[in-house]
């Protein structure tokens, strides 16, 4: 598994990333230990090291942090941890603290954070949503602080406007402390906004590393589904029938073309795609089962695109 550098804080992530909101969510396998378990450990046999996970995700609060919390006791030494802290349009049982961005949210939620995943340092604690409640220079000096108690080793935002990224930077710089060294966005074929509107240019320019969620839309460019068929099981046909109905299917028909002259499948394709930019530090992708993680991960070495490849594929899906 390629290990690329998130920004400049020298953390090393692997290439595919596993997105962890799907641990403790009712209806699906890893909403138990066991399953959640299964699917960590064999991230971590299939070379990935990324874990992305949050607060608010699991159903209930803090349960993906918690199911998490077994495997890394065992192998802590080969994960890099990423929570999330802040999302504004949650409430959780730390918000008599204060607003989300505040300095004293931010102390209780990185120490609840530490509990649940067991653990004494976090890898990159990301802001989920920017907090116009606070000045972002307020923090920004609580999460520097963080870092100096050895509590976190780096930071991280989601979400943020390229004025809101803009603002940020020069707040740090005029404190004197690290900037955010990771960007995390949607972005995949499907969803190109953050290309459109200079987020993911604008991440790049500062020095961040973009890392994208719902890389593959749901599972849409799993090669999984066509016009007419959605296999029973997958989180599009039980809980988001929307992505395949408003999907172009002219172009993910084409698309299957294109893979299938180059005689790979899709998955190794769009991981591909998502690889050759250089500012990606991690593409996140989740799983609900061991074999769709090992999947991914042997996907993301399967197939390096030319610029002629690149352009082919921008074509069918171009950014709005």
């Not at 992305?52 to 192998?75: H, N, P």
């Not at 100096?148 to 402390?177: C, P």
Request: proline share 4%; with cysteine; charged share 20%.
């Amino acid at each position: 598994m390629e290990l690329r550098t998130l920004g400049r804080s020298g953390l090393l992530a692997s290439a595919v990333g596993l997105g962890c909101n799907n641990f403790g969510r009712a209806g699906t396998v890893t909403q138990t230990q066991e399953g959640s378990s299964a699917v960590l450990h064999a991230a971590l046999d299939a070379g990935v090291t990324f874990f992305d996970t949050a607060d608010i995700y699991g159903g209930t609060w803090g349960l993906s942090e918690s199911l998490m919390a077994e495997v890394l006791k065992a192998r802590r030494d080969e994960a890099v941890v990423a929570t999330k802290f802040g999302h504004t349009a949650v409430a959780t049982p730390l918000d008599e603290r204060g607003p989300k961005g505040s300095s004293a949210y931010i102390r209780a939620a990185v120490d609840a954070s530490l509990s649940r995943l067991g653990i004494d340092v976090i890898d990159l604690f990301q802001q989920h949503m920017p907090d116009p409640s606070v000045p972002i220079e307020e923090t920004l000096e609580a999460l520097a602080e963080l870092v100096a108690a050895g509590k976190i080793r780096a930071y991280g935002h989601s979400q943020f406007s390229v004025e809101q990224l803009g603002v940020a930077d020069a707040a740090a710089a005029s404190l004197g402390v690290a900037p955010f060294v990771t960007s995390q966005d949607e972005l995949s074929l499907a969803a190109r906004a953050v290309e459109a509107d200079g987020r993911l240019a604008a991440a790049e320019a500062a020095g961040m590393a973009f890392l994208p969620f719902f890389p593959l839309a749901n599972g849409l460019f799993t090669g999984k589904f066509t016009r007419s068929e959605r296999p029973t099981g997958t989180r599009i046909a039980d809980l988001r029938p929307q992505v395949a109905d408003g999907a172009d299917w002219d172009a993910m028909e084409a698309y299957q073309a294109l893979c299938d002259a180059r005689g790979i499948t899709m998955l190794e394709a769009t991981f591909g795609w998502f690889l050759a930019k250089p500012v990606v530090g991690s593409v996140i992708a989740g799983a609900t089962r061991p074999e769709q993680v090992t999947a991914n991960a042997a996907a993301a070495s399967a197939w390096s695109p030319t610029a002629d490849d690149i352009a082919a594929i921008d074509r069918l899906f171009p950014v709005a």
